[in-house]
């Protein structure tokens, strides 16, 4: 059984605050009007929502920031905007999130709006979701223009985080040149990916998919231990990467590490899954952050799998603490008292 010694979680803390995760994928602005139903409208047969609160959070690849800053890591942001209160709300979210305004490389385009999602919640149930987006690829000048600017700040990142929502930012020319760019510069890449990039993602540290879309990607059905130990070796011949990790819902998650040939079966420690948005993104945030900050392959993926656990037991797209990882392992029986 996989466990993490107490000595070690408390140096992997220390070192959070001292390094930077780089961030670069599809922004996107999450609204959540939050209220309550009391009658049918008269005008149609639907629920009248009478609204009582309102918010707006980071989605897309801003969770993956909005998760690094809620364990204590400063990010560095690559993504695209609109020129519009979507995208003025989104920006200073983001430098609410421990990201400094040189560190944030904000693409602002006058063609395409921001991204926003609007989720209307009553009483805890989401009734409808308005989406507002126009899926449009990057062009050859942006790419150049987005690619310089990566060059520089690279070299500030401890690790790069891939997080790509099939939105027109990760187009296949930039994924490829920003893989080749963190090789030559030996950094740490990790990919959230999308089915229709799947085998684009080569070269990299560890890719992130759950089983649905490994599967997919694959042509076939994920379910027995067997299944993905073998759909983590084919995607291994085709990207060959350091390590696979698939997550798989009820069953937890599984990681090939390539070069040791080794699998690790890490069971699901959900207590109670309230909403699963957002649970991916706390995945790849915080191995990422764990494993660039000294833990090995197995004992960052345990931590993203316990704090996966957590995430699930909230509303919308949460994050995790460092005090909630700690708990969490050491209820778990994952914790070992250091000798």
């Known amino acids: 059984m996989l466990k993490i010694k107490k000595s070690l979680l408390h140096q992997t803390f220390a070192k959070l605050s001292q390094i930077k995760v ?27 929502v009478w609204v009582r609160n309102e918010k707006q959070t980071l989605g897309g690849s801003g969770n993956v920031v909005q998760n690094l800053s809620s364990i204590g890591v400063k990010g560095i942001v690559f993504g695209r905007i609109g020129q519009d209160k979507a995208g003025e709300n989104l920006e200073s979210i983001l430098l609410s999130n421990s990201v400094a305004k040189e560190d944030l490389a904000l693409l602002k385009s006058k063609h395409i709006p921001t991204i926003l999602k609007t989720r209307i919640i009553a009483s805890h149930q989401q009734v409808c979701r308005v989406d507002r ?78 089983h649905h879309e490994a599967g997919k990607a694959l042509g076939k059905k994920l379910s027995s231990d067997s299944e993905i130990e073998l759909a983590c070796r084919e995607i291994s011949e085709k990207i060959t990467p350091d390590a696979m990790m698939i997550t ?49 392959i197995g004992e960052a993926a345990l931590v993203s799998n316990v704090s996966a656990g ?30």
């Open 133 to 210: 987006e126009e899926i449009v690829p990057l062009t050859n000048d942006e790419e150049k223009q987005i690619l310089e600017q990566f060059k520089e700040k690279i070299k500030e990142a401890s690790a790069v985080i891939l997080s790509d929502y099939d939105k027109g930012y990760l187009t296949p020319s930039l994924i490829q040149a920003v893989i080749s760019l963190c090789n030559a510069e030996n950094k740490i890449v990790t990919v959230d990916p999308q089915v229709s990039h799947f085998f684009l993602y080569k070269n990299i540290h560890i890719m992130t998919p759950n």
């Open 248 to 296: 798989r819902g009820e069953k937890g998650m599984s990681i090939y590490e390539r070069t040791s040939n080794r699998f690790y079966h890490i069971p699901t420690v959900a207590k109670e899954v309230f909403d699963v948005t957002g649970a991916g993104d706390t995945v790849i945030t915080t191995y990422t952050a764990f494993l660039a900050s000294g833990m090995s």
């Open 310 to 339: 957590i995430v699930v037991g909230k509303l919308g797209a949460a994050t995790v603490t460092q005090s909630e990882i700690e708990e969490a392992l050491r209820t778990l029986g994952y914790l070992e008292e250091s000798k």
């Open 22 to 48: 780089l961030v670069i994928g599809d922004l996107i602005l999450d609204e959540y009007l939050i209220g309550s139903v009391e009658r049918i409208s008269p005008e149609a047969p639907v629920p009248v």
